[in-house]
């Protein structure tokens, strides 16, 4: 399995000989950063077979990055507003959408859905899902990999949580360092001290990661 980071809180997942573009076309918002040209015009190039947004935020959705996918049609694109209704297979693996809700404040008619991925592995992909609506429930997947935005990693009770469902652990939706106005990085950092036997990874854009 391969994961690279293509946009603020979006990556490529290659998993058992299919590859799924997650939230992984984003403008630039505030600090957060776009998706290079670069890496749009790779991945036109070498088109994934699906792609899967969580939500209609455009640092994890761009519209004009999207449009030459939705003009040629060139390939299903998930969520939100086309939801698929139960899993969906493609190939050797499931995406199973996971309706949530959004970090913060409460957006009217703003929908929200993460994705989990089975196959050899499973990986679930959080979107900017808050951490705090999934403490004390027990009917929630265990990924082997879990990504998710800083608000996982950013505060005691949400990194516990974290530490106690993966023993992997992407974090995305951090600003450039020097562009941190919130002091993210520095939350994070000193939260994630202590992290028992659970991995945290943090690429950077263009990078991949092999697990
Ligand atoms: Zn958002």
Not at 89 to 117: A, K
Not at 142 to 165: E, Q, R
Request: hydrophobic share 40%; net charge negative; with cysteine.
């Amino acid at each position: 399995m391969e994961i690279q980071r293509t946009a603020n809180a979006g990556v490529l997942l290659k998993l058992d000989g299919v590859s799924i573009l997650l939230d992984g076309l984003a403008d630039r918002v505030e600090g957060y950063l776009p998706t290079p040209d670069r890496l749009a015009d790779e991945l036109l190039q070498n088109l994934p077979d699906v792609l899967a947004f969580t939500h209609n935020h455009p640092d994890h959705r761009s519209e004009a990055l999207l449009l030459p996918y939705r003009k040629q049609n060139l390939r299903p694109i998930y969520g939100p507003e086309s939801l698929p209704l139960s899993a969906v297979q493609v190939g050797e693996i499931r995406i199973i959408p996971v309706e949530s809700r959004h970090l913060g404040r409460v957006e009217p008619g703003l929908q929200h859905i993460s994705f989990v991925i089975e196959g050899s592995k499973c990986v679930w992909f959080m979107g900017d899902a808050a951490p705090a609506q999934w403490r004390g429930r027990e009917d929630l997947p265990k990924p082997d990999v879990l990504i998710a935005p800083y608000a996982y990693a950013n505060t005691k009770s949400a990194w516990d949580w974290t530490c106690s469902l993966t023993k992997q652990m992407v974090l995305l939706h951090l600003p450039d360092r020097e562009n941190d106005p919130y002091n993210l990085w520095g939350a994070v950092e000193h939260t994630t001290q202590n992290r028992g036997d659970t991995a945290l990874l943090i690429p950077s854009i263009g990078e991949k990661i092999t697990f």
